[in-house]
C-alpha cells in the first residue's frame, strides 16, 4: 500500500501445486499421478494434519521446514501447518488465478483425464473426457495451470471434485467426520433466518441463491456469493465463466466440493461449487496446503 510507509507482511499460503496423490499413509502432491481418492472427508482432513507431523507424531510442524527455518525466507517455521483448503482459500486461489498475477480473466483449461491423473489438461478450456493426458508442461498442459505457465496450480478445473473443509451449521456425522475441527481448521456458515431474496428470484431455494447462510458479509472472497450470476432457479451453471452452483444446503449436505469433476465439460470450472454428507467417492479428493496459525 503505497500510503502506508510501514506494511505489514502477511504470512502467506502455500498451495499444493497439485491435487493429492499417494496414500493415506504416504500422501504426495506430483504430477502424472492417479489422484487419492475413496476417502471421507474426514481422513481427508486427518492425511493433510498428518503431512506435516513433528518427529515425535504430533501434528503441528514440518519436519523439513524445521530444519531449515533459519534459511528459509518465507517466515515459515515449525509451527508452519499442513491443513485441509478451505473455501476462503479457494476463493483467494481463484481470485488471483482471474487477477494480473494469473490469466487476466482467462479461463483455467480443464483436466479432462478420466483416470483422474494429475497435471493433465485436455485439447480446449472445457475439452470432453478422454484417457489422453496433456502433460502439466507442455503446450496445452500450462493451460490448466492458474498462471498459464508451469509455475501455477494445477487440477483446479476437473480432475476430481475436491472437499473443502467448509461447513454449513458445524454439522459433523458418525460416518464421515465424528468431530468438528478447531474452528481455525474450516469456515462454517451458521444458518439463520432467511435473509432477502434477490429480485431477480422466485424461490427461497437456498442451494443455488446461498443468500441464507452465504453472504458478502459471511462469506465474501470465498469466490461464492460475489461470483453468482441469477438465473431460473433450476439451472446448475450460475457461477462465473458458467460454473455449476450447489452451494451447501441441509438436503445435499453440509460439506463444501469445489472445481467440479471432468464429466461436466463446460460447467467444470475454478469456480464450480457443490456439496455432499462428506462421504468417499471415485471422483472426490482433496488439496492441502500449509500456512501459519
Known amino acids: 500500500d503505497e500510503d502506508n510507509p510501514n506494511p505489514t507482511e502477511l504470512n502467506g499460503l502455500w498451495i499444493a501445486k497439485f491435487e493429492t496423490t499417494g496414500t493415506a499413509a504416504n500422501p504426495t502432491v506430483k504430477p502424472n499421478l492417479t489422484t487419492l481418492v475413496n476417502q471421507v472427508i474426514g481422513a481427508q482432513f ?16 514440518n519436519t523439513i521446514i524445521a530444519q531449515n527455518a533459519g534459511a528459509n525466507k518465507h517466515n515459515l517455521t515449525n509451527q508452519t501447518q499442513s491443513r485441509m483448503a478451505r473455501n476462503s482459500d479457494w476463493g483467494a486461489i481463484a481470485y488471483l488465478a482471474t487477477s494480473s498475477y494469473g490469466r487476466n480473466a ?27 493426458c496433456n502433460q502439466y508442461s507442455t503446450v496445452n498442459g500450462v493451460h ?50 432467511f435473509g432477502i431474496k434477490l429480485s431477480a428470484s ?7 441463491y446461498n443468500f ?17 450470476r441469477v438465473q431460473s432457479v433450476s439451472a446448475l451453471a450460475q457461477l462465473w465463466s458458467s460454473d455449476d452452483s450447489v452451494f451447501v444446503n441441509s438436503n445435499g449436505g453440509p460439506w463444501a466440493l469445489r472445481g ?22 471415485s471422483n472426490f479428493s482433496f488439496r492441502p496446503l500449509m500456512s501459519k496459525f
Open 46 to 61: 486427518s492425511t493433510s494434519i498428518n503431512m506435516s507431523q513433528n518427529p515425535d507424531g504430533a501434528a503441528g510442524g
Open 106 to 132: 482467462t479461463e483455467v483449461w480443464i483436466n479432462n483425464n478420466d483416470s483422474y491423473t494429475t497435471g493433465c489438461a485436455g485439447d480446449s478450456v472445457s475439452a470432453s473426457s478422454v484417457s489422453t
Open 144 to 193: 490448466a495451470s492458474t498462471t498459464d505457465n508451469t509455475y501455477g496450480i494445477y487440477d483446479m478445473s476437473g480432475g476430481s471434485w475436491e472437499y473443502v473443509m467448509s461447513n454449513r451449521g458445524a454439522i459433523s456425522n458418525t460416518s464421515s467426520m465424528a468431530t468438528i475441527p478447531q474452528t481455525r481448521y474450516m469456515d462454517t456458515y451458521y444458518v439463520g433466518p
Open 202 to 208: 422466485a424461490s427461497s431455494d437456498e442451494q443455488y
Open 212 to 228: 441464507d447462510v452465504c453472504t458478502f458479509l459471511t462469506c465474501g472472497g470465498q469466490a461464492l456469493s460475489e461470483t453468482t
Open 260 to 281: 467440479a469433476y471432468h464429466f461436466l465439460g463446460a460447467r467444470t470450472g475454478i469456480f464450480a461449487a457443490y456439496c455432499n454428507v462428506g462421504s468417499a467417492a
